[in-house]
């Protein structure tokens, strides 16, 4: 599945999932099943096992990924007439890896790390693909580079590496800004990495 939020003429984002050239509209296909199955109150059921968040989805588990299994009839639009937002805006944690492969050590100059650099970036610096990323002030060396983000489905502490692909509920694309001149001020690459854009994610989370 490809998970995604999306909105149309200017509404609250809410989730979908992207097929083909059309979008599955999940809040309101569960709420057709719903009233298909006579349920009162459908939508309201709904919108609680389907909220707007990615993060409040995953949260709830078992009970919304089979409210959405349970789709018989989904209600869809063209992916041409809805903005596409970052699939997950509001993540508990957004946690990056620097230096996490050796050619990329050697491409930026740096000696190979015993164990790679850990930083954060915050949520008012995730957007959607294809928003503008926005130089901050004073900054002349503007620069970027694709990741890989690999996105936890479920509280984890203490996992095995065995066990650790057990907690990944998909993955998406990050493209991780940063303003080099303030990253390397000092030891800590946090100032260049947290302005506000500094993290376009998406198009979608994808779940094979």
């Not at 919108?47 to 209600?75: D, H, M, N, Q």
Request: hydrophobic share 40%; charged share 20%; with cysteine.
């Amino acid at each position: 599945m490809k998970l995604v939020r999306f909105s149309t003429n200017g509404q609250i984002p809410r989730l979908g999932a992207l097929q083909g050239d059309r979008i599955v509209d999940l809040t309101a296909s569960v709420a057709a099943t719903l009233t298909a199955r006579g349920v009162i109150r459908a939508r309201e059921i709904a919108s609680a096992l389907v909220p707007a968040s990615t993060r409040e989805f995953l949260e709830g588990g078992a009970a919304s990924a089979e409210a959405v299994a349970s789709i018989k009839e989904p209600v869809t639009i063209p992916a041409a007439s809805a903005r596409l937002h970052a699939p997950i805006s509001d993540p508990g944690k957004f946690i990056c890896i620097g230096l996490n492969y050796r050619d990329h050590a050697l491409e930026a100059g740096q000696p190979i790390p015993k164990e790679p650099p850990i930083f954060a970036k915050w949520s008012p610096s995730i957007v959607g693909p294809g928003d503008p990323i926005l130089r901050p002030r004073g900054s002349s060396q503007l620069d970027w580079e694709v990741e890989l983000g690999v996105v936890i489905g479920r509280t984890a502490r203490y996992v095995s590496r065995d066990a650790a692909l057990d907690y990944v509920w998909g993955y998406t694309i990050v493209n991780d800004a940063s303003a080099r001149d303030f990253q390397f001020i000092t030891s800590q690459w946090m100032a260049g990495k947290i302005f506000e854009t500094a993290a376009p994610v998406g198009p979608c989370t994808y779940r094979g």
